[in-house]
């Protein structure tokens, strides 16, 4: 190349960087003002105040904390964060009213399935309208079919059995820490892969690297829940066009979960399908599509996952704190079981007896709900039961974790963990799904529940039947790390005794 030429390169390739990144300067200053725009940073109203400021960090360890104390303070239970256009209530009438009676004026909306639109697709999780009934008719038809609920069964037991047991008796003999949240991450991770896809990823093998596949689909939900955390969606979208930073990565991680789960269904067609219990196999006989068999099924992943992994995880951190909820469920286990051997899993029909661990179970998913609030974007100006004002376009909100904490639903001892509230001489006695939101209400209530009892029954009943497990530090408060599902940060490091019988 001759000099001219190629000096002329050097300054034509500097004028470009420079043109380059004078535009994205002057994109941040103008997605900035929007941000300023959109917040309305100058509302002096004092929740705002404290919000913007983050001055309410000094009282309390999460968000979820001080909108409870905010929601017990509201003589409706209802209040407005103006400078996020958000409502957030606690009021089981305004619920009602959101998830059914005026259930059209209330869809998940568009800030919520752009965000995480690249991964979930046109899965059940994230579309609203037509698409949403068809999809639902169909699953609800899948999962309410008896032979899928053995089938889910013979997963969990087999991988409590073959995979957990194990791994605890391992470590109890050692006096090791183990991070139990992991554990029941990676549990659950085989377990709802297994049932949706088919797919083993044996990632509770603790001795063997994460499986590629639940590293893709881990970074995946992580940095796409991340996106809602960043002040305005132009910051992201921007970020997404040039292919850069967490968006450059968050690319790569749906690639390869793409790839396998294409590789997957394209497997499952050449081998055949009819004869497999999965969900994918049993969505294949009505679907041909390949791109809506990956969406369907990637929804159930996220579903079945990580939720089913906090509810276990805070429930024994509650047991460790009472001893004496730990020891009436022992004593119970060991009255339904008396003639089942020690090595054997509670039956079906036997943790169907279980009235009080069915109560625990109850009761501290009340007390930390694994989703702690659920959005909806109203449609049209609208005024809820308690006279709140909905402007268009506002963020509605229902907060499961502080609706757990209102004394008016569960009375003063609201924030104790007392199993006995959801008995009643014995029984177990269902609470409203109005009251007790957490697995949603209405026309889009969770289509795993019963999936996600039985689970975190079996798993309770195999490990409190054998080990006892002490969360190492004993006064921790939990701190929850932003997401769509409430995780311990830091994780949970725990102690296990095996119980000599
Ligand atoms: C403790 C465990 C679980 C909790 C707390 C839970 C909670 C929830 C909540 C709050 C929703 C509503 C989300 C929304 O619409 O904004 C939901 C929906 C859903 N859940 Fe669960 N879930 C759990 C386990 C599961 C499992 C194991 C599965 C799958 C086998 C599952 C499948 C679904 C599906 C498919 C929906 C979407 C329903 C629809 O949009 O029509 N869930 N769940
Ligand atoms: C975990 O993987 C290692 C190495 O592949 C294998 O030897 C071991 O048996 C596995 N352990 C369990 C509990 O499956
Ligand atoms: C919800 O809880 C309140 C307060 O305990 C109770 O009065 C009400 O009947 C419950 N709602 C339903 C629908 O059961």
Not at 69 to 98: A, C, D, F, Q, W
Request: contains cysteine.
């Amino acid at each position: 190349m001759d000099p001219d030429a190629s000096s002329w390169f050097r300054s034509m390739s500097s004028t470009f960087s420079f043109l380059f990144f004078g535009f994205t300067i002057l994109f941040s200053i103008f997605a900035l003002f929007l941000y300023v725009v959109r917040l309305r940073l100058w509302c002096s109203c004092e929740i705002c105040r404290s919000y913007v400021t983050s001055s309410w960090r000094k009282d309390f360890a999460n968000l979820c904390d001080w909108y409870t104390h905010l929601l017990r303070k509201s003589p409706t239970g209802t209040i407005h964060l103006h400078v996020l256009n958000n409502i957030i209530t606690v009021n089981p009438e305004n619920i009602e009213y959101m998830l059914k009676t005026n259930f059209e004026n209330y869809p998940k909306g568009k800030p919520f399935s752009t965000v995480l639109g690249d991964l979930l697709g046109r899965g059940i999780f994230n579309i609203d309208g037509h698409p949403w009934k068809f999809q639902r008719k169909m699953a609800s038809m899948e999962l309410g079919s008896v032979s899928i609920r053995m089938f889910a069964f013979e997963l969990i037991t087999d991988d409590i059995r073959s995979r957990l047991i194990p791994l605890f008796s391992l470590i109890a003999g050692k006096e090791e820490v183990l991070d139990l949240q992991d554990v029941f991450r990676r549990f659950s991770f085989d377990n709802i892969c297994k049932f949706s896809f088919g797919l083993d990823p044996g990632c509770l093998n603790l001795s063997q690297p994460m499986s590629k596949f639940a590293t893709a689909f881990d970074t995946a939900s992580k940095l796409s829940a991340e996106r809602a955390l960043v002040p305005t969606p132009v910051i992201w979208k921007l970020k997404r066009l040039l292919s850069i930073g967490s968006e450059k990565k968050l690319k790569e991680a749906i690639s390869m979960v793409n790839e396998l789960a294409y590789a997957i269904i394209e497997e499952r067609k050449r081998t055949g399908f009819s004869t497999n219990k999965d969900l994918l196999s049993r969505f294949m006989a009505s679907i041909d599509d390949h791109k809506y068999l990956r969406d369907i099924v990637i929804s159930f992943l996220l579903a079945g996952r990580d939720t089913i992994a906090s509810g276990l995880t805070s429930f024994f951190i509650l047991l460790s704190q009472h001893p004496e909820v730990e020891s009436v469920i022992r004593q119970e286990i060991d009255s339904v079981m008396t003639s089942t051997p020690c090595d054997d899993l509670a039956s079906f029909e036997q943790m169907r007896e279980m009235h009080y661990l069915n109560a625990a179970i109850h009761e501290s998913l009340r007390l930390y709900p694994p989703v702690q609030f659920d959005s909806k974007f109203a449609q049209e100006d609208d005024v809820l039961p308690d006279g709140s004002f909905v402007k268009r376009g506002t963020r509605t909100t229902y907060h499961q974790y502080a609706m757990g904490r209102m004394d008016r639903i569960w009375g003063q001892d609201s924030h104790e963990f007392k199993p006995e509230r959801w008995l009643k001489n014995g029984v177990f006695v269902p609470e409203s799904l109005y009251n007790f939101t957490v697995f949603h209400a209405g026309f889009r209530v969770c289509l795993g529940k019963e999936m996600a009892l039985v689970e975190m029954k079996s798993v309770a009943v195999a490990v409190v039947r054998r080990f006892s497990i002490r969360v190492a530090d004993s006064k921790q408060v939990p701190r929850f790390s932003p997401g769509l599902t409430a995780t311990v940060s830091g994780g949970l490091p725990v102690v296990i005794q095996e119980i000599k019988n």
